[in-house]
């Protein structure tokens, strides 16, 4: 069964480093997201990306947030300047079209120190 | 924006008993309602979901209702069982594809055998 991969599975990073979490949706996914979960709280959405650009974004996805997908299967997320909030679980989802299910990657975990 | 509140936020049944979630929402545009399963440190999985089309869908042990008049939708397993247990979400979004779900702050179901 197709599914929507992370890497890394967790990371570590000290304050004001830029970090990059990866994705590779499933490939006929047209419709890309970025959510993250802080410890013990609920999934959040930061944005979403649909042909090739943002369509969508939260309060949450600041500057210090961008989002790009350079070769068509990669998704990523880059975070230029880490603070401690930002600490969480970042989930990437996919999704085909319309109101249909939204599937998870299994999560990197983000540890900013 | 939309706003989905969950309750409860805990609920401890015996095996064998129901389990009633109970999510209410603000946008009366939104139209697909999802309900994800979370075990601890996995990614959120989806359970059943519903459509504004319809008031009730069932999946064996798990049942969902729509109430689109009063704006609130529920979520029923029954015959629980231990592997019940975890953290379940309802989320909400609109039509249109490309917008993200906003989710309820999350139930940690307990299963006591």
């Known amino acids: 069964e197709p599914e929507v991969t992370q890497t890394p599975s967790h990371q570590v990073t000290q304050m004001g480093q830029e970090v990059i979490l990866r994705c590779v949706p499933i490939s006929n996914h047209l419709y890309f997201y970025w959510y993250r979960q802080i410890l013990g709280q609920k999934v959040e959405f930061l944005v979403s990306?649909?042909?090739?650009?943002?369509?969508?974004k939260s309060e949450i996805f600041d500057d210090q947030f961008s989002v790009e997908r350079p070769d068509g299967s990669n998704f990523t997320l880059k975070i230029r300047s880490t603070k401690l909030e930002d600490s969480a679980m970042y989930f990437c989802a996919s999704k085909t079209a319309g109101n249909t299910e939204a599937f998870f990657g299994q999560g990197t975990r983000l540890t900013v120190v | 924006g939309e706003n989905v509140e969950q309750h409860p936020s805990t609920l401890s049944v015996q095996e064998g008993d129901s389990a009633v979630i109970k999510c209410t929402y603000s946008?009366?545009?939104?139209?697909?309602f999802p309900w994800y399963k979370q075990e601890l440190g996995k990614r959120p999985q989806l359970i059943i979901d519903?459509?504004?089309?319809?008031g009730e869908k069932k999946d064996q042990r798990i049942a969902v209702t729509l109430n689109k008049t009063a704006k609130h939708f529920s979520l029923h397993i029954t015959e629980t069982q231990p592997e019940d247990s975890a953290v379940y979400f309802c989320?909400?979004?609109?039509?249109?594809?490309?917008?993200?779900?906003?989710f309820g702050s999350g139930t940690r179901l307990q299963v006591q055998p």
């Open positions: 519903i459509r504004s089309n319809v």
């Open positions: 946008d009366s545009a939104s139209n697909y």
């Open positions: 990306f649909y042909n090739n650009e943002i369509s969508e």
């Open positions: 989320a909400a979004s609109r039509p249109t594809g490309r917008r993200a779900l906003t």
